[in-house]
């Protein structure tokens, strides 16, 4: 199984420091991410908040995107989160060849994870790529240069800056999986989602949204948040 996926913070990190995260949140919503969760970190972090937009990266993804939506067949989906594409990956498909537009490594960041997974199968967006190792043969991870190193490096991956620097690539996918990652990604850019999907839908029809999920870090509250930018230019 051929996958391209790509997360969409991949154009513009804006993911805090887990104790800058839970002064934003507070005690009563720690967990929750709303479309409000970013107007706090505005008004917090004013204009030290991370959210600069890479226009080269969103280019690069349009780009890819539109390539290999229009090749083939694809089974073509958007989701909110990253760990979700295991319910489209199945739990009897092997040899599996990954590849990876995305801030983050998403195999595994640490040992409490390594641990909840061996143990008990818990899986988040930060490790699903860990959670299918014994049957992928191929991930190709294309990250930033400020991106994180994998943890357990035993994972043999392949790490690149731009997504042509990868040879050998799949003429065609099999799967194409779009996250929005709201908890890292800020509300301003998630009209760059919306646009991508109604490409998709304009290529081959409508796609599917992926509202379930495996890990439980980052929740919306509503899904009217989640379509916060829809429409916007």
């Known amino acids: 199984m051929n996958i391209l996926t790509i997360d969409m913070d991949y154009i513009a990190n804006s993911a805090l420091s887990s104790e800058i995260g839970k002064l934003v949140q507070g005690p009563n919503t720690l967990g929750a991410v709303d479309s409000m969760y970013w107007d706090r970190v505005d008004r917090m972090l004013g204009d030290h908040a991370p959210n600069k937009l890479?226009?080269?990266?969103?280019e690069e993804i349009v780009e890819v995107f539109s390539?290999?939506?229009?090749?083939?067949?694809?089974?073509?989906?958007?989701g909110l989160d990253h760990d979700s594409i295991l319910l489209h990956i199945g739990d009897r498909t092997t040899d599996i060849t990954v590849i990876n537009l995305d801030q983050h490594h998403d195999v595994i960041y640490s040992n409490e994870s390594h641990y909840n997974i061996s143990e008990f199968g818990r899986v988040t967006e930060g490790d699903w790529v860990y959670y299918i190792k014994d049957r992928v043969i191929r991930y190709c991870w294309v990250g930033n240069e400020g991106s994180e190193e994998p943890l357990f490096t035993?994972?043999?991956?392949?790490?690149?800056?731009?997504f042509r620097d990868i040879e050998?690539?799949?003429?065609?996918?099999?799967l194409i999986y779009v996250c929005l990652s709201p908890?890292?990604?800020?509300?301003?850019?998630?009209?760059?989602?919306?646009?991508?999907?109604?490409l998709a839908d304009n290529l081959v029809g409508y796609t599917p949204l992926e509202t379930r999920r495996l890990g439980d870090q980052y929740k919306l509250t509503s899904e009217l948040d989640w379509r916060a930018g829809y429409g916007s230019s």
């Not at 890479?54 to 969103?58: A, C, G, K, T, V």
């Not at 390539?67 to 958007?78: L, S, W």
């Not at 035993?154 to 731009?162: I, T």
């Not at 890292?184 to 760059?192: D, G, R, V």
């Open 168 to 174: 050998d690539i799949p003429y065609q996918f099999d």
């Open 183 to 198: 908890g890292y990604l800020h509300k301003k850019y998630w009209k760059y989602f919306w646009q991508l999907k109604d």
């Open 154 to 162: 035993n994972f043999k991956y392949e790490r690149f800056n731009l």
């Open 54 to 58: 890479d226009s080269r990266n969103l």
């Open 67 to 78: 390539k290999y939506v229009a090749r083939g067949r694809p089974n073509v989906v958007f």
